[in-house]
């Protein structure tokens, strides 16, 4: 079966076509260069969901900047945060005195981020911010400030663009939501 057959299987609709992450890279680009004017930030990709958009989005940044990737899991394969965030795989870099800028896929709870955010101004960073691609404000369960985000979603699974479904589709260029039955088999 090829991958076309096979996403139109698990795909309801598009939410956001590859032109409109475009505009949204290229206007949180445009603030970013704004605000980190004089700057020198180290921006950490969260793994994996975040390759694609990070990419992207510093491409649209006029700043000379360090990059830097951090895995952190807090999903497995299901659809829901276990709520333990774990880190897999640490940073390379010294962040202390650095201003740091987290790039994220999707903030959900905020548990991912909020654990981050911690753990790099515990190592004396003089700045950390979040920059989102999608904000999913439903299931918030921390009080974390996401200084960026693209564009709000509603309480939908979406995949594509480095967003997974059992580690696959994160190759689409667009983000499609996932339809209700392929979760309700999933979870049964
Ligand atoms: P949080 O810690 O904020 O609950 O979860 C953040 C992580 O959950 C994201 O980096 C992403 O891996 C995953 N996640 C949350 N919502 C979605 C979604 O709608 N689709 C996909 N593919 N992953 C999601």
Do not use: W
């Not at 590859?18 to 680009?29: A, K, N, P, R, T």
């Not at 955010?117 to 996401?146: F, H, M, P, W, Y």
């Not at 580690?167 to 939501?177: A, D, E, F, K």
């Amino acid at each position: 079966m090829s991958k076309r057959d096979n996403i139109s299987k698990i795909i309801d609709h598009k939410l956001f076509t590859e032109d409109d992450i475009q505009q949204m890279c290229v206007s949180l680009g445009k603030q970013l260069t704004e605000d980190y004017a004089g700057k020198k930030p180290l921006v950490v990709g969260a793994l994996k969901g975040a390759i694609f958009f990070l990419t992207d989005l510093v491409r649209e940044m006029d700043v000379e900047e360090e990059i830097d990737f951090m895995d952190v899991s807090s999903y497995g394969n299901s659809f829901e945060s276990t709520g333990n965030v774990r880190l897999i795989s640490d940073l390379s870099t010294d962040v202390s005195g650095r201003d740091v800028l987290i790039v994220e896929d999707i903030v959900d709870t905020g548990l991912t981020l909020q654990y981050m955010k911690e753990l790099i101004l515990q190592r004396g960073a003089n700045s950390v911010k979040c920059c989102v691609l999608l904000n999913k404000e439903a299931n918030r369960a921390t009080d974390v400030e996401i200084e960026y985000y693209g564009s709000k979603v509603g309480n939908e699974f979406v995949v594509g663009y480095g967003l997974d479904f059992k580690n696959c589709y994160r190759n689409l260029r667009y983000i499609g939501v996932l339809k209700p039955e392929v979760i309700a088999q999933t979870a049964e």
